[in-house]
C-alpha cells in the first residue's frame, strides 16, 4: 500500500521567514495530494491540495508542489505569521473511492 | 450548513471497559470515513462507508473495533474492550460524492484516553 514520508517533524520560523514542509510518497499512482492544517484542538482543515498534472498550484502565502518523477511534494509557505502556527499534515490518494494516507505531521511553530 | 460533528470530544475509561463514539456526517454526505492519530504518528484510515454500507474495513486494527451506519446517516465506533494502545484522537469525516478523496470535512475529532 502507500507509504507518506513527511519532514520535519517540527519546525520553527520567525515571523516573516518561509517554511517548508516536504513529503515523499511510494505508490506511483496516486494522484492526488492536499495539505491539511490542524489548530489545537480544532479539526483538520483543507489549506491547499494539488493534482498529478500540475507541477506547482498558489493560494496566497501558500503554494505546493510536486515532482511525479521523484515522488515527492512540498508545502510552502512565505511571510509567516503566528497564526500559521499548528501542525501540518501532507496526504496522498489515487482518487475514486480511495481513502487518504497521511504523513505524520509537522508541527510548526512561527514566532513573533 | 453544520460541519461534521463528534462526540465526546473526550473520553477517559479504564482498559477493558467499553467506549462508543459518534459521527454525524454533513447532511446529504453519503460517504463517512473513520481514521485515528495515536501520539505523535501519521492519521490512520480506519474504514468507509458508503451509505449504510462498510466500502472498506481494511484499516480496523482488530475485531475489538466495531463501526456501525444504521440508516446511512449518522455512525458509531465501538471499543470492546479498550486496551492501553487504542488511545489517541479518533476523527470522522464526510464527503458528498464518489471521489472520497476530494473534499473531505473533518470532525474535530475524539480524544480517547484508555487508562
Known amino acids: 500500500g502507500e507509504n507518506v514520508e513527511q519532514h520535519p517533524s517540527t519546525l520553527s520560523v520567525q515571523e516573516g521567514d518561509s517554511a517548508v514542509i516536504k513529503c515523499t510518497y511510494s505508490d506511483s499512482a496516486s494522484n492526488y495530494f492536499p495539505w491539511y492544517k490542524q489548530e489545537l484542538g480544532k479539526r483538520p482543515q483543507l489549506i491547499i491540495d494539488i493534482r498529478s498534472n500540475v507541477g506547482e498550484k498558489k493560494d496566497q502565502r501558500i503554494a505546493v508542489t510536486l515532482n511525479k518523477t521523484a515522488k515527492h511534494f512540498s508545502l510552502h509557505i512565505t511571510e509567516t505569521q503566528p497564526e500559521d502556527s499548528a501542525v501540518y499534515f501532507c496526504?496522498?490518494?489515487?482518487?475514486?473511492?480511495?481513502?487518504?494516507?497521511f504523513g505524520k505531521g509537522t508541527m510548526l511553530l512561527v514566532s513573533p | 450548513e453544520a460541519g461534521v460533528t463528534q462526540f465526546p470530544s473526550h473520553s477517559v475509561i479504564e482498559k477493558g471497559q467499553t467506549v462508543t463514539l459518534r459521527c454525524d456526517p454533513i447532511s446529504g454526505h453519503d460517504n463517512l470515513y473513520w481514521y485515528r492519530r495515536v501520539m505523535g504518528k501519521e492519521i490512520k484510515f480506519l474504514l468507509h462507508f458508503v451509505k449504510e454500507s462498510k466500502q472498506d474495513e481494511s484499516g480496523m486494527p482488530n475485531n475489538r473495533f466495531l463501526a456501525e451506519r444504521t440508516g446511512g446517516t449518522y455512525s458509531t465506533l465501538k471499543v470492546q474492550p479498550a486496551e492501553l494502545e487504542d488511545s489517541g484522537v479518533y476523527f470522522c469525516?464526510?464527503?458528498?460524492?464518489?471521489?472520497?478523496?476530494?473534499?473531505?470535512?473533518f470532525g474535530s475529532g475524539t480524544r480517547l484516553t484508555v487508562v
Open positions: 496526504a496522498a490518494s489515487m482518487g475514486g473511492y480511495s481513502t487518504l494516507t
Open positions: 469525516a464526510s464527503s458528498q460524492d464518489g471521489l472520497a478523496a476530494y473534499g473531505y470535512t
